[in-house]
């Protein structure tokens, strides 16, 4: 029988419905409160009785921890209504997949579905309920540290990333076995800080956010995400977590979500330091009237939403409509029938790390590298090749990159072991990054090898949430270990690993580059198989590399200028343009290179004009130059040429990820309708503009060839 959450509510005090809405760390229902009083327990204001009526607990180590937080829990809920655990599961559990912007370069969303499936059915059985995955913040700027998070720069890819993780996380129900809710974050426009700069303020036009900036949250929520984490930033100067056009006209009335709001961590109490709030109180009744439900981490609603009710200066309507959501959830999710639900300490230690789970973890591994560079085919690699190891990545297990909690670097193998393992001929030469370090013994080993591999890139801690950097160059003195190799007339290949595109000016001298990007707990067998060609490399880039910092933002969908630039190496004087840079990124959005090559046609359409109820059908052929298999990513591109609001000068629509074997070719078959040639106006409605378009397709977005067709009214 599911249970009357409206009865339920009925029942519930008003201190005991303001509890549903606070979340609190675990530790607070195990903690010896008489000793703790005096720490955080005091500076939050909190007392047992606050404690034990809390709704939700942030994060959980394993299924033993829930089971005995839980029981205490229950044991002190006058309702016996069960804490919901939430849990950061970004990309897996213990099974740690390729980061977010890595997946998002496989180019097949059902990497992301997988990922989250078995990151689900691991966190379940440790006793996690809900996660705040995926992070659907679009991203257009390489020094912000989470870019590492997110899907990358374009909306139709990260929506549709977006939508395939949720539904990856929840499955068909969330009552089922293995499966935990999903919760999209930050909304919204978190990924688009001033400067790049983690925090800072963001000043984003309506036009841009309905362009493309909210277009991640919304495909989530069409998933069915039953939750929504408000960003930490201001939207219109309102900071979005008590932000009523964001929570109330978008979310609830536009897109008619019916899930759980959430701070994100202290950002209710926030708003006092962004001046948009007089005091806790005020943040209280602000929160509520945007309908804001849960707060996270601090107390504000706890210790004033009461008072704010019973000086009728909120409406309880206002707490009501929040706590029924919760306890929806809650129904949901099972929890009523069973607390325990899904935690199990035994079957824990069955699920994860599972064969199974490596192995997936693998494959999607092996789509999300992107090879950038290989000159004279320098990859992939002979066997019998002998190999001299350097960098401050040689003998490094840290593959699986930043918010993989539960995952355990230390049991991951690195890329030496890996090679030994395989009977590689291999020297581990230094792994610093001072080429002062190196000594004749050294130089003589390097002068030995036949390639030299450089394992390059960031540690985990260089990006992430808190980790923005200025200077997006390889750290430290990393760069000039690639010039020393080449002044010792050897092939270099760089193989890096970081969480962010890298300027990578200083290191273009290498023979090839590998972005490995933190590809999980099977990474470094994944890099060797792409290595020695046991696998072909297939990741294209979701975001641009910028030649230089002061590029930044360099994104491939960007709005026309009056004053376009058409040759970039000879432009003329007044066109958009440096005087000390080119326009164009080093490595484009959509960029990736194969062992294969592939040659393209132009594109064949159907027709010339087609009328708002007819579809085009767009065909290119797609010829395999050389004697190896490969799979290669055909992109679609549009441009709107004259609408009634200025369209971006491309925007991708449709790509298929085609595997072509040796010399073969196929004709690749695109269909677009009414709906992709239509876009947003900044009040959201969805319109279309009679016209000339131009289709283009190609490898990336800077390899193109083009058509025009017209849009007849
Ligand atoms: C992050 C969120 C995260 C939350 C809870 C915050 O600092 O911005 O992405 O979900 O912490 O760990």
Redesign the pocket.
């Known amino acids: 029988m599911p249970l009357n959450t409206k009865d339920l509510l009925k029942q519930m005090t008003i201190p005991e419905k303001i509890g549903q809405m606070m979340q609190l760390s675990p530790w607070f229902f195990v903690a010896d409160l008489e000793k703790e009083a005096a720490g955080p327990i005091r500076d939050l204001k909190l007392d047992e009785a606050k404690i034990f009526s809390a709704g939700t607990a ?2 959980i180590g394993d299924a033993r921890e829930m089971i005995e937080v839980q029981k205490k829990y229950l044991a002190k809920n006058r309702l016996g209504i069960p804490l919901l655990f939430g849990a ?1 599961v970004i990309h897996g559990y213990r099974t740690i997949f390729p980061v977010p912007l890595a997946l998002s370069c496989s180019w097949d969303p059902e990497n992301a579905r997988i990922a989250a499936r078995v990151a689900a059915l691991e966190a379940a059985t440790a006793g996690v309920h809900m996660t ?1 995955a995926p ?1 659907a913040d679009l991203v257009r700027d390489p020094r912000w540290g989470r870019v590492v998070e997110s899907f990358g720069e374009d909306p139709y890819l990260l929506g549709l990333f977006a939508a395939a993780s949720v539904a990856g996380f929840q499955g068909d129900d969330l009552a089922g076995e293995g499966t935990v809710a999903s919760c999209v ?2 909304f919204a426009g978190y990924g688009a800080p001033e400067g790049g700069r983690e925090y800072a303020a963001v000043d984003l036009s309506r036009q841009a956010l309905e362009g493309g900036y909210l277009e991640g949250y919304r495909k989530a929520i069409e998933a069915g995400a039953r939750g929504v ?1 408000t960003a ?1 930033n201001t939207i219109e100067g309102v900071p979005c977590t008590i932000n009523r056009y964001l929570l109330r006209t978008i979310l609830r009335d536009r897109w008619k979500f019916s899930g759980v709001t959430i701070t ?2 202290d950002s209710l109490h926030e708003v006092l330091a962004h001046g948009a709030a007089e005091d806790e109180r005020d943040a209280a009744r602000l929160g509520v009237l945007a309908g804001l439900d849960i707060e ?1 981490a601090s107390t504000d609603y706890v210790n004033h939403l009461e008072k704010l009710v019973t000086d009728g200066v909120v409406d309880l309507s206002l707490i009501d409509e929040a706590v029924l959501r919760i306890l929806d959830l809650k129904e949901e999710l099972g929890l009523f029938a069973d607390p325990f639900h899904n935690a199990d300490p035994v079957k824990e230690q069955l699920t994860m790390l599972s064969e199974a789970h490596l192995a997936l973890s693998k494959r999607v591994a092996l789509e999300s590298a992107v090879l950038l560079k290989n000159d004279r085919m320098a990859l992939p690699l002979h066997p019998a090749l002998r190999i001299a190891l350097i960098g401050p990545y040689a003998t490094s297990h840290e593959t699986n990159g930043p918010w993989s909690w539960h995952g355990n670097n230390a049991k991951n193998e690195s890329i030496a072991e890996v090679l030994r393992r395989r009977g590689i001929d291999l020297t581990i030469v230094k792994d610093g990054d001072s080429i002062a370090s190196y000594d004749a013994s050294d130089i003589e080993k390097l002068r030995q090898a036949d390639v030299v591999l450089l394992l390059l890139g960031e540690n985990a801690h260089q990006s992430g ?1 808190a980790h923005s950097r200025a200077d997006i160059t390889l750290p430290g003195k990393q760069a000039e270990l690639v010039g020393f190799v080449k002044s010792l007339h050897g092939t270099a290949v760089a193989v890096l690993q970081n969480g962010r595109p890298l300027v990578l000016e200083n290191i273009l001298e290498a023979d090839a580059i590998l972005e490995t990007w933190f590809l999980g707990t099977k990474g470094a067998e994944a890099v060797c198989d792409l290595l020695y060609g046991i696998a072909d490399p297939s990741g294209k880039l979701t975001m641009s590399f910028p030649r230089s910092v002061g590029q930044i933002p360099v994104h491939y969908d960007g709005l026309p200028t009056g004053r376009p630039n058409h040759h970039e190496l000879h432009p003329r004087e007044y066109v958009t343009k440096y005087i000390d840079e080119l326009n164009s990124p080093r490595f484009p959005f959509g960029f990736g290179l194969s062992y294969a090559a592939f040659s393209y046609g132009a594109p064949v359409l159907s027709a010339s004009a087609i009328t708002p109820s007819e579809s085009l059908a767009v065909t290119v052929e797609l010829h395999n130059e050389t004697a190896r298999a490969g799979v290669e990513t055909v992109q679609l591109y549009l441009r709107d040429k004259a609408a009634r609001i200025s369209r971006p000068v491309l925007e991708l629509k449709a790509f298929r990820k085609i595997r072509l074997s040796a010399f073969e070719t196929q004709t690749v078959r695109f269909e677009l309708g009414l709906s992709d040639l239509s876009y947003r106006l900044p009040d959201g409605s969805v319109v279309w503009d009679p016209g000339v378009f131009t289709v283009s397709v190609g490898p990336d977005s800077a390899h193109l060839k083009a058509a025009d067709f017209v849009l007849k009214r």
């Open positions: 942030l994060g950061d705040y992070m974050k930050h984490m930490f994100d961590y996270m949430e």
